[in-house]
C-alpha cells in the first residue's frame, strides 16, 4: 500500500529499501583540519562513459589516456627546460611497457630507458634506434651487450664483470665503446641504493672511471645514478646534483676523460597515497618545477666555470617513469558480493584483486563509484577476487552501501601494474587507451587459456587425466 504522507510514494518513486544496520561511530570521519569527507562518484573517463567501457571491454578493466600521457611529459620537460639548456628525456620501460605507452611517449621524443634484453628487444621491435636507448640494470648478457655494442646504445656499466665484459667484446669487435658508469653515494636524505653501481665515497666510482681511461677500447662520457623511488624531500636530488658534479669534475681532472651527460635517474613522486603518509598527495608531492629547481640551480651553479670557459654543459638527462604515467591510467572493477566479518565491518568483493592490482600493497589508492551511492558511510574493506588472506585492494575506506554489479573506479595505476601483475588464478584483463575525440583502442587483449598455456609442453603419458593400463 503507497504511503499517502510520502510525497516520492505518491509520484511512484518510492526509495530503494536498505537494511538496517548499527554503525559505531568512529573518529575520521572528521580530519585533523576540519574537512568532512564530500561523497564523489566518476562516471566517465575522458569523456567514455565508463558503462559502456564495461560492456564493450569487459570488467576488470585497464584504461589509459593518451591526452594525459602526452600532457604530463610536456609540463616535465617545460618544468626542466625553462631551467636548463640541454634536457633529453628516457621513457623508463619497466614502469609501463606496453607499446602504446611507450611509443606515445616516443612521438613526443622520449628515448628508451631498460633494463633487461627483454626491454632492449621491446624498445627495438617498436622502432627505436639503438642509439637512442638508455641500457641500465645490473644483468646484460654477452648476447644482448653484443647487439647494443653494435647498434651503438648507450651502456650504463653496473659493475666491473660487466667493464671487463664490454672491453672483451669491443677488443673482439674493433670498436671503441662510449659509456657511462652508474654511481651511488648518500645524499643525506634517501636510503643508499648501494646495490647498483659504484661507490663514490669508498673510490670505488673513481677506480672505475680509472681503468676506463686506461683501456683502448672504453671512453668514459657519462656519469648516472638513481637515488630511490618515490622521492618525496625535493632536497635529496639537490645533493645529487652537487655529488654528481664534484666527481664529474674529479673524474675529468684525474683521468682526462671528457664527461658529456649526467643523467639523474627518476623516482619522482606521483600523487598516489603512498601507505603510512597521513598527509595527502595534493600537500607532499613536490611539483615537476620543484623537482627541477632542485637538480637545475646546483647544477647550474656546479657548471658555471665550465660554461665560463666555452665547454659545453653536460646534457641533463631524465628517466622519470611513475610520475609521468601513473595518473594517466585507471582500472574499473565489479563488485561482486557484499559480507560483514566478524568485527562488524562491511567487506565488498570486486573482480580485480592485488594480482591485476600489485600496488595495491603500498598505495591508498583513490577509489571511486559510478553513481551516487545513498545509504550511511561506513568503514569498508575492498578484497579481490583471490583465494587469498592478502588479497586486500583497499583495507579501509569509507562508502555508503553498494550492489553487486556496481563498478568502481581504481586511480592512478599507471605505474608498474602492466609490467609486475601477475598470472595468479585469474586472468589478466583488457587494457583500453583513449584517444582524443574519443576513440577507444583495445592495446592488449585479456588472456584467455590458449595464450596461459601456449608455452607449456604435456609429455605424451601424461596427456589424458586418466591412468594408462
Avoid at 57 to 86: C, Q, W
Avoid at 181 to 187: D, G, K, Q, S, V
Amino acid at each position: 500500500m503507497t504511503d499517502q504522507s510520502d510525497p516520492e510514494a505518491q509520484a511512484g518513486k518510492l526509495k530503494p529499501w536498505i537494511k538496517p544496520s548499527i554503525v559505531m561511530h568512529r573518529s575520521g570521519l572528521v580530519n585533523k583540519f576540519g574537512a568532512v569527507r564530500r561523497d564523489r562518484w566518476q562516471t566517465d573517463i575522458e569523456e567514455v562513459p565508463i558503462g559502456e567501457l564495461v560492456h564493450d571491454f569487459g570488467s576488470p578493466l585497464f584504461v589509459i589516456s593518451e591526452s594525459k600521457l602526452r600532457d604530463n611529459l610536456h609540463r616535465l620537460m617545460r618544468a626542466f627546460t625553462a631551467r636548463y639548456p640541454s634536457v633529453r628525456y628516457a621513457w623508463s620501460y619497466k614502469t609501463n611497457y606496453l607499446g602504446a605507452v611507450c611509443n606515445t611517449f616516443h612521438q613526443e621524443g622520449a628515448w628508451a630507458e631498460v633494463v633487461s634484453a627483454f626491454e632492449y628487444e621491446k624498445a627495438r621491435a617498436l622502432g627505436v634506434p639503438g642509439e637512442q636507448i638508455l641500457f641500465n640494470g645490473p644483468h646484460k648478457p654477452r648476447a644482448i651487450l653484443e647487439r647494443a655494442i653494435k647498434e651503438d646504445a648507450h651502456i650504463h656499466i653496473d659493475h666491473l664483470d660487466e667493464l671487463y665484459l664490454i672491453e672483451t667484446i669491443a677488443k673482439e669487435t674493433g670498436k671503441v665503446v662510449d659509456v657511462t658508469i652508474r654511481l651511488n653515494f648518500e645524499t643525506g636524505y634517501t636510503e643508499n641504493w648501494g646495490r647498483f653501481g659504484f661507490n663514490v665515497e669508498s673510490g670505488q666510482a673513481i677506480d672505475a672511471a680509472w681503468r676506463i681511461a686506461r683501456s683502448e677500447q672504453l671512453r668514459l662520457t657519462g656519469l648516472h645514478s638513481h637515488i630511490g623511488t618515490f622521492v618525496l624531500d625535493q632536497r635529496a636530488y639537490g645533493a645529487q646534483a652537487r655529488i654528481m658534479c664534484a666527481f664529474l669534475q674529479e673524474a675529468e681532472d684525474k683521468t682526462g676523460c671528457e664527461i658529456e651527460t649526467l643523467d639523474f635517474g627518476g623516482g619522482f613522486a606521483s600523487h598516489n597515497a603512498l601507505q603510512g603518509i597521513y598527509l595527502p598527495p595534493e600537500q607532499v608531492v613536490p611539483s615537476f618545477d620543484q623537482y627541477a629547481e632542485a637538480i637545475c640551480t646546483p647544477l647550474i651553479e656546479a657548471t658555471y666555470e665550465r660554461s665560463a670557459r666555452g665547454r659545453p654543459l653536460p646534457i641533463l638527462i631524465l628517466e622519470t617513469g611513475r610520475a609521468v604515467v601513473d595518473d594517466a591510467e585507471s582500472l574499473v572493477t565489479t563488485v561482486v558480493a557484499n559480507k560483514r566479518l566478524p568485527d562488524g565491518r562491511r567487506c565488498v568483493v570486486a573482480d580485480a584483486g592485488v594480482n591485476t592490482l600489485f600496488t595495491a600493497f603500498w598505495y591508498n589508492h583513490q577509489v571511486l563509484p559510478t553513481r551516487e551511492l545513498i545509504g550511511t558511510p561506513e568503514e569498508t574493506v575492498i578484497y579481490g577476487p583471490l583465494c587469498m588472506n592478502i588479497d586486500v585492494v583497499r583495507s579501509s575506506i569509507l562508502l555508503a552501501p553498494l550492489k553487486a554489479g556496481d563498478t568502481l573506479v581504481i586511480s592512478p595505476v599507471g605505474a608498474y601494474n602492466n609490467t609486475q601483475w601477475l598470472q595468479f588464478i585469474e586472468y589478466r584483463p583488457n587494457v583500453v587507451m583513449v584517444h582524443p575525440g574519443k576513440e577507444v583502442s583495445l592495446v592488449r587483449s585479456a588472456e584467455k587459456l590458449d595464450s596461459i598455456t601456449a608455452h607449456e609442453h604435456l609429455p605424451k603419458h601424461l596427456s589424458s587425466p586418466v591412468k594408462s593400463k
